[in-house]
């Protein structure tokens, strides 16, 4: 797999939720590369910011886009860009979905910021031949992603204020094939329910590249991982996710 270092013009910039943004960059390279679950690091060209990872929220011919809400400075300076600035752009990073033919039915499961990786994840699946359903939480109807891609979509929220009442795990129906990627402790809900689902993970990263150990995954067999090399999808009963930390704010956002 190739990897790309792009000095990416920002072409489009849009609201999806409370506090949630749609970036839009020419990035054609990894664009025409990027797999479902995969990631991107930015940072800002020239600026200050050490490169921090987005999932690759939707690609066509030429442009990434990625999905945004502010949680420290890092992502408040990239949520500041308008079009015409630029950012430098990395990827596609990671080990993505795996979705093979065979299987004709998906389940995307998401909270809030989890949204990310499944636009690409439901094309993938649709390419692979399968029925898509989405089912989509968040903590309330203003939290929730106005976006979603599926033959059938599923809302649910902590309030009820949108849909199901309860979480999205709880709203999502049986298929042969389980995506998830949402907060630490949805997924581990996620892996009780269904242990050979697929979950994209999101833990603190340095490098993104393999180099600093920074984003370690500790796993149900013993040992860890890499989320940015080995990860960040990984089978959900393979993770130990009572090692995991589950107050990372990108992760209460659901
Ligand atoms: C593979 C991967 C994909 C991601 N995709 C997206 C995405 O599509 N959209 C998005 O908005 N965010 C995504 N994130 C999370 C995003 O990278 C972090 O929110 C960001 O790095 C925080 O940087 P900051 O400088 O704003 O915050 P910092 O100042 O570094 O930290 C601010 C707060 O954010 C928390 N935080 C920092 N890094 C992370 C992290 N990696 N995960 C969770 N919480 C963190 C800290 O605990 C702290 O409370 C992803 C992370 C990974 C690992
Ligand atoms: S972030 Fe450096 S090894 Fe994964």
């Known amino acids: 797999m190739n990897l790309f270092l792009l000095d990416a013009p920002i072409t489009s910039k849009r609201q999806v939720a409370r506090g949630m943004f749609v970036i839009g960059l020419h990035a054609p390279e990894i664009a025409n590369s990027v797999r479902a679950g995969q990631f991107v690091n930015l940072a800002l060209s020239p600026g200050p910011l050490l490169r921090r990872p987005f999932s690759v929220y939707r690609a066509s011919a ?3 886009e990625i999905v945004l809400k502010a949680v420290g400075a890092g992502t408040a300076q990239l949520l500041a860009l308008e079009p015409g600035d630029r950012a430098s752009c990395l990827g596609p990073l990671g080990r993505g979905f795996e979705l093979a033919a065979g299987p004709q039915t998906a389940v995307l499961v998401s909270g809030g910021l989890g949204v990310a990786p ?4 439901a094309r993938d699946a649709r390419a692979a031949g399968m029925r898509v359903t989405w089912v ?5 109807a203003a939290e929730l992603c106005a976006e979603t891609d599926g033959e059938t979509v599923i809302w649910a929220t902590d309030d009820g204020s949108q849909g199901t009442a309860g979480t999205a795990v709880a709203a999502a129906p049986d298929a042969e094939v389980v995506l998830g990627c949402g907060p630490n402790r949805m997924l581990a809900a996620l892996a009780e329910r269904w242990p050979a689902a697929q979950v994209a993970l999101e833990t603190y990263m340095g490098c993104g590249t393999g180099v600093c150990l920074g ?12 989320a940015c090399k080995e990860g960040p999808v990984y089978r959900a009963a393979d993770v130990d996710w009572s090692a995991l930390p589950t107050h990372l704010s990108y992760a209460v956002t659901a």
């Open 62 to 64: 030429d442009h990434i």
């Open 118 to 121: 499944m636009p690409l994840a």
């Open 136 to 140: 989509h939480g968040a903590r309330t």
């Open 215 to 226: 984003c370690a995954v500790p796993l149900k067999g013993g040992g860890f991982d890499r």
